[in-house]
């Protein structure tokens, strides 16, 4: 009987594959059950192995149970996870097992085979009640004509009418017989943007992110796999969702951070669905008002194409934006005055504003004033937040929660207070001079609960005056067309951040904030309070043109050989214990420093350079050369493997990272 030798990739993190045998041909991309030590695990059939390496027994090789009959991972999307494992230097079975369904990673009872029900799509004509603008009639036109791998940027001002663009585009895919994937951030995921695509579209439309069940999420999969829906939208977790036919993909909002996944397996997936467009030879759009400088640079090098909408769809002016120095002004709650009066008189007119404070709870510092003690977090290296609302500290990077001590632990003393500014403290200070205004605060803790964040918004749209209090959430791109008046509370830790890309990130989101206001409205005003009215960056940023702010970045960045004229990888490093994380990188620091075409910094430590109990440190390495990069990270990678101090610690490579610290 002929046995067949395969290699199979686990989902453990280890950066290879082992080999299994079979009586049968397994399918490539498809699942099988194995027994790894004492257990039995699902692994995902990777190659099957020509000529066996002489050194493994064939005795000593244990059997691969086929599951299903059908592939997880066709052929261009195969080549997708194992490039992700590769540019990441991810193990490959974490790879595999973070893009199927849970049910799929757990169950090996539940097979794949065809849900049954294929949705007929048609175009509901009716909901089209508005012409296209001339820009966005061309946009159009230019980009129905591509095809193949051949990415496009559509930057669209806020309020431009992007999302209609991407209709016309889906349209036309739908006539064909052709499947579309939409990716969102995060946040955008509203019932606004669903609603928009279910109007236009009879049959159904596949919605796939985190906090939808693991049983619908298994259901979207095999529809979209066996080409029973055409439609889905979703978040970073769908960019390898494999829909039969594919032919479109859309990323809104190219530019925002949720595309990157900061834990466990850290990719991009708008990198990962350029990447899907190349392999699967379909076209992807990139769109944004604010595009990252990555793609800038892409288009001035003729790799990726510019299509514009400059005009809003309404017609009228981009707000405008105006800097008020709050050195001399008195502040009640972090707002001044001027501020103060701004919104009296926009509530008087019936009118919405907009307060953008980029912190949550009531206060961040919680402490005694005779000694000076400091509520920190028992297990992270990081200031308790006070929550009023919920009477409790709270610590933002593990979610503890601690009562609020009546004495300082440390004196005794009870002069004990809660120092700095979040959004309850803004609300609260706004309802005491505004009773009778709606007052709605949008930030995590109050759009946790399920169903909250659709609420928030009805209620927003059903007001007419009202006070809109929030964090980044709100600078995402739901629209608020009943505001006229922007206040931005905190700009400045943006504008005098060491980050390396503090005033791209900075600059963003006050664009987009600012976007949000006035869709409807003649007289939109953002009004963006400072300590330092003269900085050069915040003179470019109230212009509200993005490019000039942009172009002034990739200049900077080049000068300083920095991303996207170099790459950049960090070398984490955790244990409960801070020597075995220093003397695991200073090895790798001391390793590298004489190879001359890597710039090192570091060992540094994170912040917060203590969660949950482990300390944090890193690397930084930056190059010039993305391939040189590699090569250094796989020689890494091979040495950590012999070395006694990996033993001790947790590392991980972080590519192309968003948070430098
Ligand atoms: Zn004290
Ligand atoms: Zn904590």
Not at 397 to 422: H, I, Q, R, T
Not at 452 to 467: G, V
């Amino acid at each position: 009987m002929k046995i067949f030798y395969y290699d199979i990739a686990l989902n453990i993190p280890l950066r290879r594959c082992f080999t299994y045998k079979s009586r049968e041909r397994l399918v490539k991309g498809s699942r099988v059950k194995v027994s790894f030590g004492s257990k039995k695990v699902l692994g995902i059939v990777v190659r099957r192995i020509i000529k066996l390496d002489p050194s493994i027994k064939k005795d000593s090789i244990k059997e691969a149970i086929a599951i299903d009959k059908y592939s997880c991972y066709e052929k261009p999307l195969f080549n997708s996870a194992v490039w992700a494992s590769k540019y990441y230097h991810h193990p490959i079975g974490e790879v595999f097992f973070s893009f199927i369904p849970t049910v799929l990673r757990k169950d090996s009872t539940k097979t794949i085979i065809p849900f049954g029900k294929t949705s007929d799509y048609l175009i509901n004509e009716d909901d089209k009640f508005f012409n296209l603008n001339k820009e966005q009639e061309n946009a159009v036109q230019n980009l129905s004509k591509i095809k193949g791998f051949n990415p496009a940027l559509l930057y669209g001002v806020t309020g431009s009418g992007k999302t209609e663009v991407y209709l016309r585009l889906a349209e036309e895919k739908i006539k064909k017989g052709e499947s579309i994937i939409i990716l969102v951030p995060e946040i955008n995921l509203t019932p606004q943007l669903i609603n928009r695509i279910k109007n236009r579209f009879t049959g159904e439309i596949g919605v796939f992110h985190s906090s939808i069940t693991p049983k619908k999420r298994y259901e979207t999969w095999l529809k979209s796999k066996f080409g029973e829906i055409k439609i889905v939208v979703g978040t970073r977790s769908s960019v390898l969702l494999p829909l039969k036919n594919l032919g479109l993909i859309i990323l809104d909002e190219e530019h925002d951070q949720s595309y990157r996944q900061s834990e466990g397996f850290k990719f991009s997936a708008r990198d990962l669905a350029i990447k899907r467009s190349q392999l699967e030879k379909v076209p992807l759009l990139l769109g944004s008002a604010t595009p990252s400088l990555q793609t800038l640079k892409l288009i001035s090098e003729n790799k990726f194409s510019k299509h514009e909408i400059l005009k809003r769809i309404d017609g009228k002016k981009p707000p405008k934006i105006i800097t008020l120095d709050i050195n001399h002004s008195k502040l009640v709650a972090g707002i001044a005055e001027e501020s103060m009066l701004a919104i009296k008189q926009t509530i008087k007119n019936g009118e919405q504003v907009l307060i953008f404070i980029n912190r949550r709870g009531f206060a961040p510092l919680f402490e005694c004033e005779s000694c000076g003690w400091v509520a920190n977090c028992s297990s992270c290296d990081s200031n308790l937040v006070y929550h009023k609302a919920r009477n409790r500290l709270i610590c933002h990077k593990c979610e503890s929660a601690f009562n609020v001590s009546k004495k300082c632990p440390e004196c005794s003393s009870k002069e004990l207070k809660a120092y700095g500014l979040g959004t309850e403290k803004v609300e609260e200070a706004l309802r005491l001079e505004f009773r009778k205004t709606p007052i709605i605060r949008v930030d995590h803790d109050s759009t946790r609960k399920k169903g909250a964040i659709e609420k928030i918004y009805s209620d927003i749209h059903k007001s007419d005056e009202a006070i809109l209090i929030g964090t980044q959430m709100l600078t995402k791109s739901h629209d608020f067309p009943k505001v006229t008046m922007c206040i931005i509370l905190n700009a400045d830790n943006g504008l005098i951040s060491p980050e390396i890309n503090a005033i791209e990130k900075i600059s963003q989101q006050l664009i987009q904030v600012s976007g949000r206001a006035g869709r409807n409205n003649n007289v939109a005003k953002v009004i963006l309070q400072t300590r330092y009215p003269n900085d050069l960056n915040l003179k470019k940023i109230k212009t509200g043109n993005y490019h000039i702010i942009a172009d002034q970045c990739l200049k900077d960045n080049k000068l300083k050989s920095l991303p996207p004229f170099s790459s950049i990888c960090i070398l984490r490093c955790t244990s409960p214990n801070s020597s075995n994380c220093m003397k695991f990188l200073n090895k790798v620091s001391n390793l590298l420093c004489e190879k001359n075409k890597i710039e090192i910094i570091g060992p540094l430590p994170s912040i917060p350079s203590k969660i949950k109990g482990n300390s944090r440190f890193h690397i930084v390495l930056n190059t010039s050369s993305k391939a040189y990069l590699n090569k250094v990270l796989i020689f890494l990678t091979e040495e950590f493997y012999r070395w006694p101090e990996t033993k001790k610690v947790r590392w991980t490579f972080d590519i192309d990272p968003y948070d430098m610290s």
